[in-house]
């Protein structure tokens, strides 16, 4: 994990006391992951120092880049909420009250409608709850991907938006959410509560784990279905530097579900899942800096595309999770979320689960489950809702140009 060394001052707003931070001489979009992402933050977890401390220098980034506070207190929207008693609740504790703060700036080109663009910032702090780390004893969880690098990104592009101005015709809100990682909190509560009105809104830019661009430059951007011009302008301001693949959903497991939930156009960039998925070794050592600059330069030609369009329509899209079939079951896989091949590929194989026990390993693809074919990630899931604990099935893997068959346990 990273350690990080903090030397230069300036004054704590939520906890009234000195914070120190360094900036070490790497740029910018490095220096911002590695602070959010560093053990003094002990993961970011919402209610806890850590996050507050994150939330004040997020406001501090901002200032610097000449945004105006949006909040209800400065830069900040602070609000309280009762957690569940546990993970698996619909139940809440009300003996206890958690205070969490979304972080808003603005920059006001004077235009009648505005784009907003934000990420979350917390994480799961010591990975109490919402860990996938197979180890008993607690550890930080950083969480450089998920989601310092939203974070780093949705900075950079203010930075770029700030500086080049296209026209007046939007403006810009950033929003930094909290609570994201406990559903989706902070975005509810800032829809529910907003500090600008509703109706200026054209649409809604959400990064949440952008920050491992691999080689095939695999890039999911969901909710495209939400604006009949979404895939024309995107196909458009790609110039063919990424991997597009796109989704219609507007509704997933991340923020951008509560604007659309609002009739607001919404995208969700995404680099895909790893193996360091909610686990201690999401550290800054694994992004990918120069495709993280990559994206950023794309959603910045994106934005001017746009600048001079008229408001963006919005569509209503089918829900991804009513879709979903119901399964009790797992493989123990982590799958490639943007492999666009035949079947589902496996991107990480969870130590003494089903998968491992039958001998697959990382980029098999999984082509049957006992007589089913499987395509894709929706025929995968069906596959797995055919089966109980305890049941065995056949289930076929092509590695390379070979296909492999094993009886899987569940």
């Known amino acids: 994990m990273k350690k990080f060394f903090i030397f230069l001052i300036f004054p704590s707003v939520v906890f009234g006391q000195i914070k120190k931070i360094s900036f070490p001489t790497q740029n910018q979009l490095y220096r911002d992951i590695e602070y959010l992402s560093s053990d003094s933050l002990e993961g970011r977890e919402s209610g806890t120092k850590g996050e507050a401390y994150a939330a004040e220098y997020i406001a501090m980034r901002m200032k610097g880049l000449g945004l105006s506070p949006k909040g209800t207190n400065g830069y900040f929207q602070t609000f309280s909420f009762s957690p569940k008693i546990n993970p698996h609740s619909n139940h809440e504790d009300l003996t206890k009250r958690i205070s969490i703060t979304n972080v808003i700036g603005f920059l006001n080109n004077g235009a009648k409608k505005t784009v907003v663009i934000g990420g979350h ?18 550890a930080i969880h950083n969480g450089a991907d998920d989601n310092a690098s939203g974070i780093a990104l949705m900075l950079d592009l203010a930075k770029e938006l700030k500086r080049k ?111 360091d998925y909610h686990k201690p070794s999401d550290d800054i050592e694994k992004i990918n800096f120069k495709g993280l600059q990559i994206i950023s330069d794309f959603v910045f030609r994106l934005a001017d595309q746009l600048k001079e369009n008229e408001p963006m329509s919005f569509t209503k899209t089918k829900s991804i999770n009513n879709k979903s079939p119901k399964f009790t079951v797992t493989l123990g896989v982590m799958p490639d979320y943007l492999f666009q091949g035949n079947g589902m590929r496996i991107d990480g194989v969870s130590e003494g689960k089903p998968a491992s026990r039958a001998g697959f390993l990382k980029g098999d693809v999984v082509i049957q489950m006992d007589t089913l074919k499987i395509h894709n990630m929706q025929s995968y899931m ?15 893997v092509r590695r390379e140009s070979t296909v492999i068959d094993k009886i899987v346990v569940f």
């Open 382 to 396: 069906k596959g797995l809702s055919l089966f109980e604990k305890g049941d065995s099935a056949l289930v076929k």
């Open 165 to 275: 101005i296209f026209s007046k015709h939007s403006n810009y809100l950033f929003i930094a959410f909290s609570g994201e990682e406990m559903g989706l909190l902070g975005s509810n509560f800032f829809c529910k509560n907003p500090t600008i009105d509703l109706e200026t809104l054209d649409y809604m830019l959400n990064f949440d784990m952008v920050g491992r661009l691999d080689e095939s430059k695999g890039l999911a951007i969901n909710g495209v279905g939400t604006s009949p011009n979404w895939k024309r302008e995107l196909n458009k301001a790609n110039k063919k530097s990424l991997k597009l693949v796109l989704s219609e959903s507007g509704t997933g497991p991340s923020d951008h579900t509560s604007f659309y939930l609002k009739d607001i156009p919404v995208l969700h960039f995404f680099t895909g899942q790893h193996e």
């Open 121 to 138: 910032y917390d994480h799961l702090g010591h990975g109490i709850m919402g860990s996938l780390h197979s180890a008993k004893d607690s």
